[in-house]
């Protein structure tokens, strides 16, 4: 019983940062930004 | 300038930094090297920021310290950086802030291209940031649509640009912190001393959130023009407002344009979005595939045994 929980009990437990790639914020407070493929400025302000 | 008209569009997804870099971070880098040889007292510091010779220090290089005669001087926007100095700032960042003066050469920037080639009358600098690269100078295009590109813009799902980088078509109205409306320090009247620090507008958020895109200082950024005569410069990025003595705040439609060394401008680091680790990736698949082939095992005992 033990060795066919266990496995599931340690996936379970992996905590997410776990997977994290290690990026320091440095204190810099970044945002991330997602929308890729958004429309390029058309120049409406320009006039 | 028409720079910007058919800029902005990013394919990918990325970061970057609230605020400015500000005085107190560019001392810690500043301080990292020049400390060890005044050599790097030359070549990394920049000449606006809040900061000061410490007249305690005794070498072998030189050290500054944040100027007591701000308030919060290590809150102050930096200005005045050149786009290599801003490139061997993401080096370092790069480096995991190493002390060891090759976290200045590559990582982010190869800085063994940086040069002048005369017969050409062109900069040698390769200015497009490494694969692999953590931290980078945010290009034309990166920076437009953190600060002005709104997915929601007219309406859940319906995108569209702002004029100004606070999520608004009207202009940013000028003031000091705390006074009634005030939402930049671009155009406000204040003496040097009472320079506002960064993210002192709490509310005049652009679209991602980013604070200080008007006021502050003006941004650089890794995107180049060539001007007539053929020499290359350094676009500074959508006016960011005005410096420690104010002025414009940033109009999508209005760039400005200065050379290599554009020392009037400051910097807004861009980052790359964390992406799962391989190893804890690797160690979340071993262990599914272990509960996987468990329960196959589990199962073909049950069916030998005749119990299912």
Do not use: C
């Amino acid at each position: 019983m033990m060795k066919r929980t266990l496995p599931a009990i340690l996936v379970a437990l992996v905590p997410p940062f776990a997977f994290a790639q290690q990026i320091p914020d440095y204190g810099l407070g970044f945002v991330t930004i997602g929308d890729p493929g958004n429309a390029a400025y058309d120049g409406r302000f320009n006039d | 300038m028409t720079q910007t008209i058919g800029r902005g569009s990013v394919g990918y997804r990325y970061r970057m930094s609230r605020t400015e870099t500000t005085t107190g971070q560019w001392l810690e880098f500043y301080n990292t090297f020049a400390a060890q040889s005044a050599a790097f007292d030359t070549l990394l510091r920049p000449i606006g920021w809040a900061a000061r010779f410490d007249v305690t220090f005794s070498g072998p290089g030189v050290r500054f310290e944040l100027s007591p005669a701000f308030p919060d001087a290590g809150r102050l926007a930096i200005t005045g950086m050149s786009w290599r100095q801003a490139a061997m700032y993401a080096n370092w960042l790069h480096n995991g802030k190493s002390s060891d003066p090759a976290s200045l050469e590559t990582g982010a920037y190869d800085t063994s291209t940086f040069g002048f080639d005369a017969a050409t009358s062109r900069f040698t600098d390769n200015v497009t940031h490494l694969p692999g690269a953590r931290y980078w100078i945010p290009s034309l295009d990166e920076w437009m649509k953190v600060a002005h590109w709104d997915p929601d813009r007219f309406g859940e799902g319906e995108g569209g640009w702002w004029q100004f980088g606070h999520s608004s078509d009207e202009p940013p109205a000028p003031g000091l912190p705390g006074e009634p409306g005030a939402q930049t320090s671009a155009g406000a009247d204040f003496d040097l001393l009472d320079t506002p620090v960064v993210g002192a507008y709490p509310d005049a958020l652009s679209p991602w959130g980013l604070l200080d895109v008007s006021g502050g200082a003006r941004e650089g950024t890794s995107t180049w023009f060539e001007d007539d005569v053929g020499n290359l410069l350094v676009l500074e990025g959508v006016q960011a407002g005005g410096s420690f003595a104010g002025g414009n705040p940033d109009d999508l439609s209005f760039v400005s344009i200065s050379g290599l060394s554009f020392r009037s401008a400051g910097l807004r680091i861009a980052s790359v979005v964390p992406a799962p680790g391989a190893v804890g990736m690797l160690t979340f698949i071993s262990s599914w595939i272990g509960v996987r082939r468990q329960r196959r095992d589990r199962d073909e005992v049950r069916r030998v045994a005749g119990l299912w």
